[in-house]
């Protein structure tokens, strides 16, 4: 008996042992699972956080140059030299990291002797023009070679006649890229002439040369105030008194396609500057305000539109916005009010400047920004001030993110997501909101398939069916959730998108037909002699439905050419397009509704069966007995007690649907669309994620605007995760008592 006693305490001992590494490891387990997502969280923020820092700038150095007649001043990218270009004619190269008492001035060159016009190409072309006193122009690029200012020949040779009268030359605009390029000038006597130059091979040798064009140009009336050219050489904008005059190079003949006056709201225009690309000016009225303009389509015409004002705070001692200086590829600028200070905007956010600061005593007569966009050199006079500036991300903000925003060429503003382009000049678009959108669209739809079959498959596979035939279709259906979804998205792709294109008419008849068969099957049942209905096993009556489904699905299917035959011309898609304006992509919402429903199925099915196979027997023991019907007892007693259990399923469904990746990338057009159109394309969260992140550059604004998509998503799952937590435990207490 001792020792009998002694073993049964020897295995109390042991059980207890275990037990508690059971729960400590049961424990343990939860605080990993805890600090693991409390983690990522952390992590997702320390890489957004920066995104939202705001932009600081700080003076570098201070130093006078006896430079004087300024005309522009150019920073080179590396922030250690400026080229300065004086109205004389001459350029000199100033070192910006000279030391205390050292001569900065490196090196002048005379380009030309009195020149009669000065012009500038956008800040990162670095092309420079003069204009003669005989029509003549000299065209020059600088560049610095082992700490030396050379001069190198953009186009054909350095010195190009422009006008043939010989005229002196009052006004230039020049614009010179790899394969095209643009020279426009306004002669003494008002007129406007140009020259167009295209590189082309050669005949014999095969090298590329440039080859001119000279343009007849028309008059335009009033003298010329600004001229802007884009990058591409087919346009020219012209501020010539209260209007642009926009001027089509594409020819040999100048034409002019539209004239806009631009002083409502601001004034008489004063100066005009293009941003980066040349694809919007900005157009700086007397009243001190900058008015972004640019143009769109409507109406089958190019039209000059006003898209956005920019006004500075002129309350104490500020004043109006001058001395606008836009960046070289980004769409923003630097602004100086009349007492001083320094106000930077960005075109995707003009509700509030990303800038503001107070930095000098008195307006500065010229400003540059460095081509990186981290410097920014202001002279007065003969005093040159060199700041730092910290502007990392000016185009991620509130507004840019989840507000309609107007971007260039676009007719209103609108949600956009393009994050790449063929042109760094290319403004990004980072709103999330289609994708936002397209990631609840999917979800919807796919929820829409899934519930009702998971639900009522659950329903009828725990109350139902029989013990034999459930053990063989829960496992199934389960099974069914370790199925990759990367194959499930090459199937919808690949196989269903055209079985889906080819049998839409059919695919819509399988909707409304099917549960109507099925409650036609149901009724016939009903109807059934007592006798015939015993001679079908319990729970096995699935296997008349079945055979009835299929065939109603067969029938829809074989209907479909015909009925678009009759009805819609042969082509369902052509008639909903033409008759009725809904688009429609192969790779669709409809598409991917019912791949995404495959996936969900298992999940929805699984947690919703065992909530309703886990009510207490007696429950539906008691209710049968008191003379409820099976049917009675399941909507009255069964369901309301499992309520908790099947929110939950449903609830893990949509944060299965709203975090699946392969399927949403491989059977939609991955297209960033906001529009509930079932047969339209749409673009997620998590496939945009899995698309551009292994593309996009670490640090940059795209990459943590990717991250900040994801943390997107991660609050998405985990709310709805919560949600229906708590939905469940009221339910519980509020069903407990059945």
């Not at 350029?91 to 090196?107: D, F, K, R, Y």
């Not at 370790?482 to 008849?509: D, K, Q, R, Y």
Request: with cysteine; hydrophobic share 45%.
């Amino acid at each position: 008996m001792a020792d009998a006693g002694a073993f049964l305490t020897d295995n109390n001992r042991n059980r207890q042992r275990k037990d508690r590494f059971a729960r400590y490891g049961v424990i343990a387990g939860g605080i990993s699972v805890l600090l693991t997502l409390v983690l990522i969280f952390f992590y997702l923020l320390y890489v957004i956080v920066p995104v939202f820092a705001p932009a600081r700038i700080t003076p570098v150095q201070s130093f006078s140059i006896p430079l004087t007649q300024t005309a522009a001043v150019r920073v080179n990218e590396q922030n250690t030299h400026a080229f300065h270009f004086s109205s004389e004619g001459q350029i000199s190269l100033v070192a910006l990291s000279a030391s205390e008492g050292q001569q900065p001035v490196t090196q002048q060159q005379v380009v030309m002797a009195n020149p009669t016009s000065f012009a500038a190409a956008l800040p990162n072309e670095q092309v420079f023009a003069y204009g003669d006193q005989s029509g003549g122009v000299t065209v020059v690029k600088p560049l610095i070679r082992q700490g030396r200012l050379m001069m190198s020949e953009p186009l054909t040779s350095s010195y190009i006649q422009l006008d043939s009268q010989g005229k002196p030359l009052v006004q230039l605009a020049v614009s010179v890229r790899r394969q095209v390029a643009a020279l426009v000038g306004v002669t003494q006597d008002q007129r406007l002439v140009a020259k167009v130059f295209h590189r082309g091979s050669g005949l014999d040798t095969g090298e590329q040369a440039w080859q001119e064009t000279q343009l007849a140009m028309p008059a335009i009336g009033h003298p010329v105030t600004d001229m802007v050219v884009t990058p591409d050489g087919r346009t020219v904008y012209v501020l010539n008194g209260r209007q642009v005059t926009v001027i089509d190079l594409q020819r040999t003949e100048g034409r002019i396609r539209q004239q806009t006056d631009v002083s409502q709201g601001a004034g008489d225009p004063v100066a005009m500057t293009a941003l980066s690309g040349a694809n919007s000016l900005l157009i700086t009225g007397s009243n001190g305000k900058v008015t972004q303009w640019f143009e769109v389509v409507k109406a089958g015409q190019r039209q000059l539109i006003p898209a956005r004002t920019f006004s500075a705070d002129t309350s104490a001692d500020k004043g109006a916005l001058h001395l606008v200086v836009p960046e070289y590829y980004r769409k923003g600028f630097l602004a100086v009010q009349d007492g001083g200070r320094l106000t930077g905007y960005y075109m995707a956010d003009s509700s509030a400047p990303v800038l503001e600061s107070r930095l000098f005593s008195q307006t500065p007569e010229l400003m540059a920004i460095s081509p990186r966009a981290d410097r920014l050199l202001a002279i007065s006079g003969q005093q040159w001030q060199l700041f730092k500036v910290s502007n990392l991300y000016p185009e991620v903000s509130f507004s840019s993110l989840w507000q309609k925003v107007w971007y260039e060429g676009y007719p209103e503003p609108d949600y956009v997501w393009q994050s790449t382009s063929g042109t760094d000049e290319s403004e990004p678009k980072l709103s999330l909101v289609p994708v936002v959108f397209g990631t609840l669209k999917a979800a919807f739809y796919a929820l829409c398939f899934a519930i009702p079959l998971a639900l009522a498959g659950a329903i009828y596979t725990a109350y139902f069916m029989s013990s034999s035939m459930r053990k063989v279709v829960k496992p199934t259906i389960e099974i069914m959730e370790a199925l990759p979804t990367v194959i499930l998205g090459f199937l919808a792709g690949i196989w269903l998108a055209p079985i889906v294109e080819n049998n839409l008419i059919g695919i819509v008849l399988s909707v409304l037909v099917l549960p109507l068969v099925m409650v036609a099957v149901g009724l016939g049942w009903a109807m059934l002699p007592g006798g015939w209905q015993r001679k079908m096993p319990t729970g096995l009556h699935i296997l008349l439905l079945m055979p009835a489904l299929v065939l109603a699905g067969y029938l829809c299917f074989s209907l479909s050419p015909v009925i678009e035959q009759a009805y819609f011309g042969g082509d369902i898609r052509s008639y909903l397009t033409n008759n009725w304006g809904i688009g429609y992509d192969q790779r669709n919402a409809l598409v991917v509704g019912i791949a995404m429903a495959f996936a969900v199925i298992p999940t929805i099915f699984t947690i919703a069966e065992d909530a309703i196979y886990s009510v207490p027997a007696h429950l539906s023991s008691g209710s049968l007995a008191l003379g409820a019907t099976p049917w009675q007892t399941l909507t009255r007693v069964v369901l309301l007690t499992a309520s908790p259990g099947i929110f939950s399923a449903v609830m893990m469904g949509l944060g299965r649907a709203v975090g699946e990746t392969m399927i949403v990338l491989m059977a939609t057009g991955n297209t960033p669309i906001m529009d509930w159109n079932i047969l339209e394309g749409l673009r997620t969260l998590s496939a945009t994620i899995a698309i551009e992140m292994p593309e996009s550059e670490v640090g940059s604004a795209h990459y943590r605007v990717l991250f900040l998509a994801a943390f997107v998503l991660f609050v998405f799952t985990f709310f709805f995760n919560t949600l229906a937590e708590i939905v469940r435990q009221r339910l519980r207490e509020k069903y407990k008592s059945l």
